[in-house]
């Protein structure tokens, strides 16, 4: 079954600390992964993308994701977070070859406190 | 990136009327455009998927006559939610694609049904 996971509802952490946010996914086939912030109220915003290449991929805002294949991760870093960064995250895949739609993690609601 | 903007933000209904939110792709034209819905606090549902000239695929669950997709140019789609009551209240999201790997997103629209 094709399925994403983030394993983390919830991540409260300091200013100017770092973070990751976890993100697993199930597929047999190959896949397409993406990073978005929601802040309240708003529409998604693309952080960074994995398509192909490079597994280490740079996004907005200073995040960085490495693809993992072998562990089937694609988790998101920040070296030191802002309260800016407080908002809502969600690892979304698309799983090739089937139909166009993305599927979405449950999200992780980072909370930086100062 | 591209943008797409969504219309209205915000809107209030009352029980039994019906309501449509536009979805436009403003400087790129969209083969594909998705509609979600998303819960407090919970991720985005995928409702349907449209091609632009052709009928919407909805998903499992989704009723049709109810939630009415149209997407007659490659820059406009739209949702009427039909007979609108209390529990179709939420926070809808469009997305629109003209490449085969990254989709842009709206910033949504509450919905509120009295």
């Known amino acids: 079954a094709q399925s994403v996971t983030q394993l983390d509802s919830q991540v409260p952490v300091f200013e100017e600390a770092p973070v990751e946010l976890r993100c697993n996914y199930s597929s047999s086939v190959s896949v397409y992964l993406f990073w978005y912030v929601q802040y309240p109220n708003q529409g998604l915003q693309l952080l960074l993308k994995?398509?192909?290449?490079?597994?280490l991929v740079k996004g907005i805002n200073g995040f960085e994701a490495e693809f993992n294949k072998s562990q089937t991760s694609f988790h998101l870093r920040k070296p030191s977070v802002h309260i800016s960064d407080t908002a809502e995250y969600f690892c979304a895949v698309r799983f090739q070859g089937g139909s166009e739609k993305l599927v979405f993690g449950k999200g992780t609601k980072l909370t930086v406190n100062p | 990136g591209a943008v797409v903007s969504q219309h209205p933000s915000r809107v209030i209904c009352k029980s039994g009327t019906s309501v449509k939110i536009e979805c436009r792709s403003l400087d790129f034209q969209a083969t594909t455009m998705f509609w979600y819905r998303q819960f407090p606090k919970q991720s985005l549902m995928l409702m349907a998927t449209?091609?632009?000239?052709?009928?919407?695929?909805?998903e499992q669950g989704v009723e049709k006559d109810k939630f009415l997709i149209n997407h007659a140019s490659l820059t406009l789609s739209t949702l009427t939610v039909t007979s609108a009551h209390p529990e179709d209240s939420s926070f809808y999201i469009c997305?629109?694609?003209?490449?085969?790997?990254?989709?842009?997103f709206g910033q949504g629209t509450r919905l509120t049904v009295v």
């Open positions: 994995y398509l192909s290449g490079s597994t």
């Open positions: 997305s629109a694609r003209w490449s085969d790997t990254e989709a842009f």
């Open positions: 449209s091609n632009e000239g052709s009928k919407a695929t909805y």
